[in-house]
C-alpha cells in the first residue's frame, strides 16, 4: 500500500534562512508527488506537483522540491523562508486507478522566528 | 471563481443527532473528494466521486457514514447518529483531470458532545 512518511513533526527556522522539509513515499510505481500547505483554519492548497520529467520542480511562493527515485525522497526546499510560510506542510503521494486518490503524510509544522 | 464552499464551518451536536455536512464543487470538476482531518489520524480520505458516481469508499469508517453526490454541483456527507469520536473537519476537494491538483474547501469542524 502506498504510504508518505514525514519524518519531522515540528521545524523552527529564523526567518531568512534556507528551508527543507523532508518527504519518503512508498509506492510500487512511478509516483505523482505532492507538496501542499495549510494555514490554521483553512483548507490545503497546492505549492508544487511531480508527475514524471524533470526532477526539480519549481512551485508557488519560491518552493521547490526534489524527487529522488533512489532515496524513495521527495523533499521540499526554500532558500529563504519568510514569517508569512509559518504553516503546516504536506506531502502526498497519488494513489489509485487515476492518481487522484491522495494518501497524505502525517505534515510538518513550520514555525519562523524573527 | 469561486472555489470549492462548504458548509456548515462549524457544527456543534450531541452524540446520537444527524449532521449533514455539504459541499459545492468548482464548476466544471469532475471528481469530488471527502476527506477527514484529525491530530491523531491526520488526513484520511473518506470517498470519492468520478462524474457524480462513488468510486472508492474504503475510507468510510463505519455504517453510519453516508456520502452522496445527486448531481455535479453538490455533494453531502451524513453521520447518523454520530458520536464523539468523529468530532474533525471534514473537508471536501474537487479536481478537473487525472491527476491534477486538488482544491480545497475551508472545512466544516464537527464537535459531537
Known amino acids: 500500500a502506498q504510504s508518505v512518511t514525514q519524518p519531522d513533526i515540528h521545524i523552527t527556522v529564523s526567518e531568512g534562512a534556507s528551508l527543507e522539509l523532508r518527504c519518503n513515499y512508498s509506492?510500487?510505481?512511478?509516483?505523482?508527488l505532492f507538496w501542499y500547505v495549510q494555514s490554521p483554519g483553512q483548507g490545503l492548497q497546492l505549492l508544487l506537483k511531480y508527475f514524471s520529467g524533470d526532477t526539480l520542480v519549481q512551485g508557488i511562493k519560491g518552493f521547490e522540491a526534489e524527487f529522488k527515485r533512489s532515496q524513495s525522497s521527495f523533499n521540499l526546499r526554500k532558500p529563504s523562508v519568510h514569517w508569512s510560510d509559518a504553516a503546516e506542510y504536506f506531502c502526498?503521494?497519488?494513489?489509485?486507478?487515476?492518481?487522484?486518490?491522495?494518501?497524505f503524510g502525517a505534515g510538518t509544522i513550520l514555525r519562523v522566528k524573527s | 471563481d469561486a472555489g470549492v464552499i462548504q458548509s456548515p464551518r462549524h457544527e456543534v451536536t450531541e452524540m446520537g443527532q444527524e449532521v449533514t455536512l455539504r459541499c459545492k464543487p468548482i464548476?466544471?470538476?469532475?471528481?469530488l473528494f471527502w476527506y477527514r482531518q484529525t491530530m491523531m489520524r491526520g488526513l484520511e480520505l473518506l470517498i470519492y466521486?468520478?462524474?457524480?458516481?462513488?468510486?472508492?469508499d474504503s475510507g468510510m469508517p463505519e455504517d453510519r457514514f453516508s456520502a452522496k453526490m445527486p448531481n455535479a454541483s453538490f455533494s453531502t456527507l451524513k453521520i447518523q447518529p454520530s458520536e464523539p469520536r468523529d468530532s474533525a473537519v471534514y473537508f471536501c476537494?474537487?479536481?478537473?483531470?487525472?491527476?491534477?491538483?486538488?482544491?480545497f474547501g475551508e472545512g466544516s469542524r464537527l464537535t459531537v458532545l
Open positions: 476537494a474537487s479536481i478537473l483531470g487525472q491527476p491534477g491538483e486538488l482544491f
Open positions: 466521486f468520478n462524474n457524480n458516481v462513488p468510486i472508492d
Open positions: 509506492y510500487g510505481a512511478t509516483p505523482y
Open positions: 464548476s466544471g470538476h469532475n471528481s
Open positions: 502526498a503521494v497519488g494513489a489509485g486507478e487515476y492518481g487522484n486518490k491522495l494518501v
